[in-house]
Nanobody
Framework: QVQLVESGGGLVQAGGSLRLSCAAS????????MGWFRQAPGKEREFVAA????????YYADSVKGRFTISRDDAKNTVYLQMNSLKPEDTGVYYC????????????WGQGTQVTVSS
């Protein structure tokens, strides 16, 4: 069974930084794309960033380009999201997901980690 555990969230002032981690277990994730998503209160979950299985390509939502960086350490089965220049609109619960087969949606969500950015 796939398990993803997010951590690293917290309360930070606007302009600050946080680094989120997503630890994966249950299978080897080096062959699978990983992604970060977030959900603000009253809104649907939205895409934030993704990284290919090789780590050679990354993708970002327009709202976070230039501020967030996704990376992976396959030796640790861990994916990271470095978030800089945080804005109040970045507030939400952040989830990581894995794409287990080509063309499939990201899934196997963990419990998420809360990020709150104060103005």
């Amino acid at each position: 069974q796939v398990q993803l555990v997010e951590s690293g969230g917290g309360l930070v002032q606007a302009g600050g930084s946080l680094r989120l981690s997503c630890a994966a277990s249950g299978r080897t994730f080096s062959n699978h794309p990983m992604g970060w998503f977030r959900q603000a209160p009253g809104k649907e979950r939205e895409f934030v960033a993704a990284i290919t299985s090789s780590g050679g390509s990354t993708y970002y939502a327009d709202s976070v380009k230039g501020r967030f960086t996704i990376s992976r350490d396959d030796a640790k089965n861990t994916v990271y999201l470095q978030m800089n220049s945080l804005k109040p609109e970045d507030t939400g619960v952040y989830y990581c997901g894995v794409r287990l087969s080509p063309g499939a949606d990201f899934g196997s969500w963990g419990q998420g980690t809360q990020v709150t950015v104060s103005s």
